[in-house]
């Protein structure tokens, strides 16, 4: 059972680019998450799919921030205008239906960089 | 709201030493409460984890209890060892809307020297 797989892994972007981020989660994990960990800090959280359907956005996820996941399975993070305060990493998580004690897997993360 | 609290670090211990890392929450209702480790460069990876009151999370040689009086969630370890130097974090989850969204304390940095 493969984990939760990020691309890319690191990021460097000029200030006003749009960048994307790509997750593929655990197979039959109905669940997908988006966080943001910036340096020395815990992870906040982003946002949350069940299957394809978005279930709730974080007031971090300003209008520049849109998450999709079009089929149920891989989703995609894309940051548009990027500014210096989106440097950060991107973690992407992803559990199975269940009650509250249920287990999220995370990735690796992917790191963005923005000069 | 939710939140967690953990001791600042970076705790600085030699091998064999016992760790102590303190983590205290605030939520409503009965969440389920979370180790995650972090690795220099990786993603977090779930140590342990307890989902209602008194209960134990082990795993590695690491503990932590789940103590709804004192609202807290210590994470102990007899002997540490180099390999355990890492980023931990304290994380709850209150099952709201029927989902586990986590919330995060910042973390403490561990340094274990030989």
Redesign the interface.
Same mark, same amino acid.
């Given at each position: 059972d493969t984990g939760?797989s990020?691309d890319p892994r690191h990021k460097i972007t000029k200030r006003g680019q749009n960048v994307t981020f790509r997750c593929d989660p655990i197979s039959e994990h109905n669940?997908l998450?988006w966080?943001r960990q910036t340096l +020395?800090? +815990?992870?906040?959280?982003l946002t949350?799919f069940?299957n394809e359907a978005q279930?709730?956005k974080s007031r971090l996820l300003s209008d520049r921030f849109s998450a999709e996941r079009p089929k149920g399975s891989f989703s995609t993070l894309e940051i548009q205008r990027t500014e210096q305060g989106d440097s950060a990493m991107y973690?992407c998580a992803s @559990?199975q239906?269940a $009650? @509250? +004690? $249920?287990?999220?897997?995370?990735?690796?993360?992917s790191w963005l960089t923005v000069v | 709201g939710n939140s967690?609290t953990q001791m600042e670090g970076p705790v600085t211990l030699s091998e064999e030493a016992f760790l102590t890392i303190n983590c205290t929450y605030t939520a409503t209702g009965y969440? @389920?409460l979370f180790w995650?480790v972090q690795y220099p460069g990786?993603?977090?990876?779930?140590l342990l984890?307890a989902?209602k009151a008194d209960d134990k999370g082990s795993n590695k040689g690491f503990e932590a209890t789940y103590r709804k009086e004192t609202t807290s969630f210590h994470l102990e370890k007899g002997s540490v060892q180099v390999s355990d130097s890492a980023v931990y974090?304290c994380?709850l @989850?209150?099952?709201a809307?029927g989902? $586990?969204?986590?919330?995060? +304390?910042?973390?403490t940095r561990l340094a274990v020297h030989p």
């Open positions: 939760v990020q669940r998450y966080y +020395g800090q +815990g992870p906040e959280f949350y069940q279930l709730e973690l @559990s239906q $009650n @509250s +004690g $249920n287990t999220i897997y995370f990735g690796e993360g | 967690v969440p @389920s995650y990786e993603g977090l990876q779930l984890k989902t974090f994380a @989850s209150d099952g809307g989902y $586990n969204k986590l919330i995060f +304390g910042a973390g």
